[in-house]
């Protein structure tokens, strides 16, 4: 890979003030040509997930559910049910939204984005239809400057420069991953975000006018805590903060894959979006040899512990290419 170093921040304990700059193409198409004529087979595994729907649908179910049974327990049980049971649900379906985004569910694209409206119901504010229009972007831009927004913005970078801020960030991640396309790239909302609006608008309703505000608030909490200190966010840092400058995509192969749709997968994920989940680890037995050099972890929040505790690394610990100079190839 062609890069150019971070301008400053180069000598040892250091937090660089830029991000690091590619003059290639994102790694993933090339390596997706380069595995598929070696092993076609692997075009087999293409397609969606037939237990998808049942995957989702139960896990929606027991956290409307949990919900419900907590409308009147104390805010603390609320808070320690949340972190420990709802946000893991919740973090579950924001992945099986992930999925939906690439038509993964099902053949037809409709059906998928009516499931992640679906899916979306628990995590209490909408987001699965914005999620998969930059969601998209992120794979066929990867890393391209002003374009993929799944790279933190200058002001980020600049304000979370110790162990304190970059803590807080940690918490906050979810606001600032969320909000961040929002005031970067603005994109005007068309029908389905309408749709997904107006049918999440009527589940929180109905929660709070059915069973009162405990039961929306554990939803929300779930979600917050879900995105923020929590072991399965670790996804977010991990996917694509660079801890190696040769490498901008990194794979996580532990147990919360079980969890999360494999979306530890990460680099698997990457050179083939067209695999569901359930079938990434087979693209790793099939071509071990494009995957076993490259770095990897086994825990989310051992990722999460060095982005706080590395004094080199931060926002700015990140890939970035230039529009004008990238041949923009399609990652689908």
């Known amino acids: 890979m062609g890069y150019r170093g971070k301008e400053s921040g180069e000598e040892e304990g250091v937090m660089a003030t830029d991000f690091f700059w590619s003059y290639t193409d994102e790694p993933h198409a090339s390596r997706r040509r380069q595995i598929l004529s070696q092993y076609p087979q692997i075009k087999q595994l293409f397609g969606p997930d037939p237990f998808a729907f049942l995957k989702i649908a139960a896990v929606v179910m027991i956290q409307l559910w949990t ?6 327990a104390t805010w603390l049980k609320i808070l320690m049910v949340a972190y420990f049971f709802g946000s893991f649900l919740n973090h579950n379906l924001f992945l099986a939204i992930h999925e939906l985004s690439h038509n993964l569910a099902f053949q037809t694209p409709v059906y998928n ?61 979810l606001f600032f991953y969320a909000l961040r396309p929002v005031f970067l790239k603005p994109k005007p909302p068309g029908l389905w975000e309408f749709i997904n609006l107006i049918i999440q608008l009527a589940l929180d309703v109905a929660m709070v006018y059915f069973w009162g505000w405990k039961s929306f608030g554990y939803l929300i909490l779930s979600t917050f805590v879900g995105g923020g200190m929590h072991p399965m966010a670790g996804h977010f840092i991990s996917e694509h903060y660079v801890f190696n400058p040769v490498q901008e995509t990194y794979s996580y192969y532990g147990p919360l894959n079980l969890m999360t749709w494999s979306v530890g997968y990460h680099n698997e994920h990457h050179d083939f979006p067209r695999i569901p989940g359930s079938k990434l680890h087979k693209v790793k037995e099939i071509a071990p040899e494009y995957y076993d050099h490259l770095d990897s972890y086994k825990s989310w929040s051992q990722v999460i512990y060095m982005y706080i505790m590395d004094r080199t690394i931060g926002p700015f610990s990140r890939m970035k290419r230039n529009l004008s100079t990238k041949s923009m190839k399609k990652s689908e």
Do not use: C
């Not at 919900?67 to 009147?72: I, P, R, S, V």
């Open 113 to 173: 984005r009516w499931l992640g409206i679906f899916a979306n119901l628990p995590i209490g504010v909408p987001m699965s239809v914005t999620f998969q229009k930059y969601h998209l972007e992120h794979h066929r831009y990867q890393g391209v400057d002003g374009v993929d927004m799944d790279i933190p913005s200058l002001t980020e970078a600049n304000l979370v420069r110790n162990v304190v801020t970059k803590s807080i960030w940690v918490v906050f991640q």
């Open 67 to 72: 919900a419900t049974f907590l409308y009147n």
